[in-house]
């Protein structure tokens, strides 16, 4: 099957899945962009009164998924090593499938994956933008597929998982381009959803090249974004909790980022995964870790918990931190504090 005629083909079976309740029109003169709303939209949105727990948002999207069929996933080791150091995004594990064309994947399902990117839009300072984090729950639905009947129904098993955390179809909007995209071996359709003006996530349909009956999706989202899209309320507030103003926020990430990489076993090293903890704890102060930053790990711990299984307790991670805060100021002294200009701030250059 030709990959324009595949791409077409989508938009088709997403037309019969959705029905007639929904309206298809192309958003641009070139024909190739498309968009799909419902026909009731247009009513004002009000958020839930109650903001529910990590806990909670978790075990709705695990009962909603599991009532379509789609059962709880073991996550990925946030270690990875091949081609990335560490895992950035739960679609790796369709990697034999799409990259290797082997009927095998690593994991399949509803997955809340935790994972580390660098790659998150940021301010004219370099400061992430609300919405974006250094580490987060990339809440996703990978799976290898038969048909493109089953990327479309997808879409709306997707849409009824929605409705369970508190959205309505009314004020959704999902577009996409009757274009095929190719990144080496693997070959894509992408449709991108908003609720009201934010974008929460993406549905994908992929295939490995040289062997397009290789097929599988990649729904995909972050935990932290669902929940402030469902909320609409202060994103600092959110994420961090009590301690949204205890530090700035590039501390903040830093310090929740660093919970997740130190509780997962990777310890701080030259290269490698050990480089980016060690990257990622160097935008903490190391006075901050000397007085203590015991309840905010803490805290984090027991957020990333709830996704992943974190074999390195709190109190150990605590330690991690404050034995690297010292060995840092010992390769930053003053004999030396001219080589810390040269330290890459958290953030910059390539994703990992």
């Not at 909320?231 to 903040?252: I, K, M, N, Q, S």
């Amino acid at each position: 099957m030709e990959s324009h005629s595949r791409a077409h083909q989508a938009v088709a079976a997403l037309r019969q899945v959705l029905g007639p309740q929904w309206e298809f029109c192309l958003a641009d003169r070139t024909g190739r962009t498309f968009r799909i709303r419902h026909r009731d939209r247009g009513s004002p949105y009000i958020p839930p009164r109650s903001t529910p727990s990590w806990s909670e948002l978790l075990a709705t999207l695990t009962t909603a998924f599991a009532a379509r069929g789609v059962p709880r996933g073991q996550c990925l080791p946030l270690r990875w090593g091949r081609e990335t150091e560490l895992t950035i995004s739960a679609v790796q594990a369709l990697d034999p499938l799409l990259k290797d064309g082997r009927a095998h994947t690593y994991r399949k399902g509803f997955l809340p994956q935790p994972v580390v990117r660098f790659t998150g839009d940021r301010d004219e300072r370099g400061d992430l933008l609300d919405g974006f984090l250094t580490a987060f729950v990339n809440v996703s639905r990978v799976q290898p597929i038969s048909s493109i009947d089953d990327y479309a129904e997808a879409l709306d098993d997707w849409l009824y998982v929605l409705s369970q955390l508190g959205f309505h179809a009314r004020h959704m909007e999902i577009h996409g381009r009757v274009e095929v995209w190719q990144r080496r071996q693997v070959s894509g359709v992408t449709l991108m959803f908003n609720h009201l003006d934010l974008t929460i996530g993406d549905l994908v349909l992929l295939w490995n090249t040289e062997h397009p009956e290789c097929m599988a999706l990649d729904l995909g989202t972050g935990l932290e974004r669902l929940a402030w899209a469902r909320t609409r309320g202060e994103w600092t507030d959110l994420v961090f909790g009590p301690f949204a103003d205890a530090a700035p926020v590039p501390v903040l990430d830093a310090i929740r980022t660093a919970t997740l990489l130190l509780g997962s076993g990777i310890t701080p090293s030259a290269r490698g995964a050990g480089g980016v903890a060690r990257r990622v704890i160097a935008a903490i102060p190391p006075d901050l870790v000397r007085l203590g930053a015991s309840a905010a790990v803490r805290a984090f711990h027991q957020q990333w918990a709830e996704s992943a299984n974190l074999p390195v307790p709190w109190p150990a991670i605590c330690g991690a931190l404050e034995e690297e805060a010292a060995g840092r100021s010992v390769r930053t002294s003053p004999r030396r504090r001219s080589d810390a200009a040269l330290v890459m701030p958290l953030g910059t250059g390539a994703s990992c």
